[in-house]
C-alpha cells in the first residue's frame, strides 16, 4: 500500500513563503505524474501544480509565477515551494501520485497551510 505524507504546512503572513514536501513510501519514479491540489472551505478541491515522470511540469492559473513543484527521486519527495503567499491560498493542500493502470490515485491525508496577518 502506497502511502503520501505531507509536511510543511503552518501559518504565514501575506507575501511570506512556506515549503511543502510530500514523502512517497516507495520509489516515485513508478507514477506518471505526482503533484498537489488544494481545497478551501466551502470550495471545491483544485489543482495547484503537477510533474510528470518526465519532469515536465504544469501549474494551476492562480499560482503560477509563484509556486514551485520539484522532486527528489532518491529523497522519494515531491516538493512545492510557495511564494508571495495570499490569503487565497489558504486551504488543506494535498499530495496525491497516479499510476495509468490504477482508477484512482494515491492522496495524502493533507496539509493545512493558513496565510493570514
Known amino acids: 500500500q502506497v502511502q503520501l505524507v505531507e509536511s510543511g504546512g503552518g501559518l504565514v503572513q501575506p507575501g511570506g513563503s512556506l515549503k511543502l514536501s510530500c514523502a512517497a513510501s516507495t520509489s516515485i519514479s513508478i507514477f506518471d505524474t505526482m503533484g498537489w491540489h488544494r481545497q478551501a472551505p466551502g470550495k471545491e478541491r483544485e489543482l495547484v501544480a503537477i510533474?510528470?515522470?518526465?519532469?515536465?511540469?504544469n501549474y494551476g492559473d492562480s499560482v503560477k509565477g509563484r509556486f514551485t513543484i520539484s522532486r527528489d527521486v532518491v529523497k522519494r519527495t515531491v516538493d512545492l515551494q510557495m511564494n508571495s503567499l495570499k490569503p487565497e491560498d489558504t486551504a488543506v493542500y494535498y499530495c496525491?501520485?497516479?499510476?495509468?493502470?490504477?482508477?484512482?490515485?494515491?492522496w495524502g491525508q493533507g496539509t493545512q497551510v493558513t496565510v493570514s496577518s
Open positions: 496525491y501520485a497516479d499510476l495509468s493502470t490504477r482508477p484512482q490515485p494515491y
Open positions: 510533474i510528470a515522470s518526465g519532469g515536465r511540469t
